[in-house]
């Protein structure tokens, strides 16, 4: 899984983006140089059709990586240790949008 955040779509930053010195990722798309971080606001689609709206933190701005890509371990990390490789979801309201399992993403 990644490391961190990555996004390479500026238009969903909901704010400036802060800067980033020289930080260079390797991985799926080779070497390519992160641009900024910020916040992010997703449209999200749950099963049934619902849009819900994600908003996660602290996302680089990489507009040469070939996909989007959220961190399980970024999204775990205020967890307690002995919780961080068990399952989780992430909740709209009432509504659960996505669930990772020990793992995988379901």
Do not use: C, M
């Amino acid at each position: 899984g990644s490391s961190h955040h990555i996004i390479n779509d500026r238009s969903v930053f909901v704010d400036a983006l802060k800067p980033v010195h020289n930080l260079f990722l390797n991985g799926i798309g080779g070497r390519i140089k992160a641009e900024g971080y910020g916040t992010v606001k997703l449209r999200v689609f749950d099963d049934n059709g619902q849009l819900h709206h994600l908003v996660i933190h602290d996302v680089l701005y990489v507009p040469d990586s070939p996909a989007n890509l959220l961190s399980p371990h970024k999204l775990t990390s205020g967890r307690p240790s002995s919780e961080r490789n068990s399952a989780f979801t992430i909740t709209s309201g009432d509504t659960t949008v996505l669930i990772w399992d020990n793992g995988r993403f379901q």
